[in-house]
């Protein structure tokens, strides 16, 4: 499928390896699995994302803590979870090559690779097992968590102890999540290892429609305020009650428009009390004023974040006449500011346009290159959507200004050196 603009998945995952954002993982030795590295591109929009969730819903909220939790837990959470037993998804094996597939995504009833038949479904459960210690036995598998929520249950008292948090309150957390999906693809859409960012947020059980709706509309103000997501390209799927995870008891999960089809960007569930109960033997909460033990229930927005870096990514990415550029939110953009000397050779040029460099360095992510003629120097910020590019020219010698360029409009203008790092931030805080 293809965007008007130009958006492949072909095209996207070419962009991300020839320009440092996302590679395929141990690619020297043929890669892995489908794994992927981020590159310093990469790295870089993916923090600014995490970092702006982090300062949206912990940071600029008073009913919100955060944790960083293990990755592996003790194995007897996952027992109580219910994630042993129901993590799973079914799994068909084709007779003749022995390819699994998962059932419930293939659409021929052949297998697409020889045609063969297919066995039974059978359940696959998708935890992913280690052993700690030395001694690899039943005793000591252990299993990288599939969701980062159950530590924010487990921790549960923890935090309510030292944070003095009252419902309703949420915990948030960002991390790693392993799951053995049977058909990890689509580039970073289904990976094995991917990273989540989660909030339990506590409530009373009457109140649960209210919260819910709240959450509902903070998911869709992130998506298009904070990630600049078209609300077009946004739909919500209210999950039939036979397809819901076995905790949930209301689901809707927002699903985006990728160049390879509608699928899942996140989901908002209401779990009721159902971990709390599992982990807990006494009510964990009391309420001091009526002196009321109770579990309290919780409603549960969770994104995905390598799913939120591939939504930026695919809707920023517009094909132009002359260039591929990418329209990334400028709060979320690797560089915020790319510095160009006119001319390489010209050292005074040079010299001017490392000063301007150092001033910015210290307010912005900036960019220096003086390779080549300034058109190729745009078009290459242009595409790992730089907002700014400043150039030094023989000008700025003699009058101290500079011209600063627009990514999204190309227009120029001149502007003060000391007008610059006010500029450029209004227009990032824009
Ligand atoms: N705690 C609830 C939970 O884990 P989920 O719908 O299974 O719910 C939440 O996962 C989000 O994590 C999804 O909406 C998606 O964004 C992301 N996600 C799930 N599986 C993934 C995978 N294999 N690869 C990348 N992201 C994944």
Known sequence: MKKEDGATIEKIVSLCKRRGFIFPGSEIYGGLANSFDYGPMGVELKNNIKNAWWKRFVHMRDDMVGID??????????????????????????????????????????????????????????????????????????????????????????????????????????????RNEITPGNFIFRTREFEQMEIEYF??????????????????????????????????????????????????????????????????????????????????????????????????PTWGLDRSVLAVLCEAYKEEAERVVLKLPAKLAPYKVAVFPLLKNKPELVKKAKEVYDLLKK????????RGNIGKRYYSQDEIGTPFCVTIDFDTLEKDDVTIRDRDTTKQERVKISDLVKKISESLNA
């Open 69 to 178: 939790a293990a990755l592996i837990m003790n194995p007897k959470v996952w027992k109580s979870s219910g994630h042993l037993a129901t993590f799973s998804d079914p799994l068909v094996e084709c007779k003749k090559c022995h390819h699994r597939f998962r059932a419930d995504k293939i659409e021929s009833k052949k297998c697409p690779d020889c045609g063969g038949e297919f066995t039974q479904a059978k359940q696959f459960n998708l935890m992913l097992k280690t052993f700690l210690g030395p001694v690899e036995n039943e005793e000591s598998t252990v299993y990288f968590r599939p969701e980062t929520a159950q530590a924010m249950f487990v921790d549960f008292k923890n935090v309510l102890e030292t944070s003095r948090k009252k419902i309703p309150f949420g915990i948030a957390q960002i991390g790693k999540a392993f």
């Open 363 to 370: 307010e912005f992510t900036v960019a220096f290159d003086e």
């Open 203 to 300: 409530i009373k059980e009457e109140d649960w429609k209210t919260v819910f709706e709240m959450w509902r509309k903070e998911m869709w103000s992130w998506m298009t305020d904070n990630l600049g997501l078209d609300k077009k390209n946004i739909h919500e799927l209210d999950v039939p009650k036979d397809e819901l995870a076995h905790y949930s008891k209301k689901t809707i999960d927002f699903e985006y428009d990728f160049p390879f089809g509608k699928d899942e960007l996140y989901g908002l569930a209401y779990r009721t009390d159902f971990d709390l109960k599992n982990h807990f033997k006494e009510p964990p909460y009391e309420d001091i004023e009526v002196k009321e033990k109770f579990y309290p229930h919780v409603i549960e």
